[in-house]
């Protein structure tokens, strides 16, 4: 009993304390009027109060989306279903609880009961039956989540280390509509029939690439610890990389964190949806109509790298030639969208690095031509240019081929011309200054003018 007081005292805490923004360390954000001294004081004293308290970090994240027929869950497992999905958690922690996600279900979404529990090493779809243990819901086992929503589970005393996977079970009686999901897991995941939440492998299973229901895993951690959200498309969501091998960049960047003490503790959330845009809704929610969901509302964040826009600038002439109006029309939409959310970011004190655009010419599903290229360049020149975002990730740099900069560098090439290999991956992951994460200084206390030895 004393132990869940403890989780839930420290969940509380975390709920109270008011983070301090990264900005505060970098930026014309990081600097008040001159004179305001009670107001530089007053924020020197949320830091301190900051580190103080635990609050919940994102470890793992999925961007959610209502997927497309074809990715869709089996008609003959829409009833009376166990469903197991794994993940990889980027941080650790000592308390954990989840985040299932509603967020296109057009009816409530009633789960029987949750599980949460250790994969068994080299054996996909099993786990350790002695860690199974299952989590509640406002002290129930099980949970209605209504239409739109998502709904995060109770605290539950289950120690994570960092980089280590975790299997979630979800046993469901009914779906009346086909559930929210995310169609690119590049993971494997079962269904297996009836309610074999704590089978150590559940048997028959269906076996499929698809993660559904599962939106976040968040643990508790130290105030001092922050996340990152990598908001993007298909690049970001990793395709081309190797399915169950976690090489997608924002993995290869966790595995860059736990290789450094003062990155050590920053969980990295993947919000990449495959064909998604900025400005139109394709497969998933344009990346403006999502950034409250996938950016502000996870645990713990204070940085954001933006990878989006090629998917707009295909589509544009993906059907027929554009004019050069529109062509210069698109890119004075993107750079506007752009700056909408590294305003909105920042409001929320989130620092923000954008990724320049990667090479796509060869690409036959966009079959970009040289106006394409231009807009590619014209984008990318806005966000390499100073105090447009708090920093650059110059991918396009890195990858490109020297003797064609318009395609990608073969070596980093997955085979379409567009999307990175695993070792293309790896070098977007290794050109990210970690020098971007470093972790705030606390502001130093102002000394009060004294009075003392003076007549009034």
């Known amino acids: 009993m004393d132990a869940l007081k403890g989780i839930w005292l420290a969940a509380a805490l975390a709920a109270a304390v008011l983070v301090a923004p990264a900005a505060l360390a970098r930026g014309p954000l990081a600097h008040p009027p001159h004179g305001h001294t009670a107001h ?3 924020r020197a004293d949320r830091l301190r109060a900051a580190t103080l308290a635990p609050r919940w970090i994102g470890s793992w994240s999925a961007a959610q ?35 299932i996600s509603n967020a296109a279900g057009g009816a409530p979404l009633h789960l029987t009961a949750v599980h949460a529990a250790r994969p068994l090493p080299g054996l996909l779809g099993a786990v350790v039956p002695q860690s199974d243990a299952a989590l ?41 509509v086909p559930p929210t999901g995310h169609p690119g897991a590049r993971a494997t995941s079962f269904l297996a029939p009836g309610n074999q939440l704590a089978a150590a492998t559940p048997s028959p299973y269906v076996a499929l690439e698809h993660w559904y229901l599962l939106e976040a895993v968040e643990v508790l951690g130290p105030a001092a610890q922050g996340a990152l959200v990598a908001l993007g498309d298909s690049i970001t969501d990793g395709r081309g990389s190797i399915p169950n091998a976690n090489n997608r960049w924002p993995d ?48 713990g964040v204070r940085w954001l790298i933006l990878l989006e826009g090629i998917n707009d600038l295909g589509m544009l002439t993906r059907e027929a030639p554009a004019s050069a109006a529109d062509h210069a029309a698109l890119v004075a939409r993107l750079v506007a969208a752009y700056g909408q959310i590294v305003r909105r970011a920042h409001d929320h004190g989130i620092a923000v690095m954008a990724g320049t655009l990667l090479p796509f010419m060869g690409f036959s599903y966009y079959h970009p031509t040289g106006e394409n290229e231009a807009d590619r360049q014209a984008l990318n020149a806005w966000i390499r240019s100073p105090g447009h975002v708090d920093a650059v990730a110059d991918f396009d740099a890195a990858l490109r081929d020297p003797a064609a900069p318009d395609r990608l560098l073969p070596a980093f090439d997955s085979g379409d011309h567009i999307h990175p290999s695993p070792a293309g991956y790896q070098a977007m992951a290794d050109l990210i200054p970690l020098a971007f994460f470093a972790p705030p200084k606390a502001a130093p206390a102002v000394r009060r003018p004294s009075h003392r030895g003076k007549r009034r």
């Open 40 to 42: 530089l004081a007053h």
């Open 65 to 99: 989306q209502l997927p497309e027929p074809s990715n869709q869950l089996p008609a003959d497992a829409l009833h009376d279903t166990t469903l197991r999905q794994t993940v990889h958690l980027s941080v650790g922690g000592e308390t954990i609880r989840i985040r």
């Open 136 to 176: 509640s819901f406002a002290g129930q086992a099980d949970v209605t989540i209504p239409a739109g929503a998502d709904i995060l589970s109770d605290p539950l005393a289950f120690p994570v280390a960092p980089q280590s996977d975790l299997t979630i079970s979800l046993h469901y009686d009914d779906l009346a």
């Open 252 to 299: 290869d960047l966790a595995r860059r964190f736990q290789g450094d003490a003062a990155t050590r503790g920053i969980g990295v959330l993947n919000m990449g949806i495959g064909g998604n845009r900025l400005l139109l809704d394709g497969l998933g929610p344009n990346a403006l109509a999502r950034f409250d969901r996938d950016v502000l509302s996870q645990g």
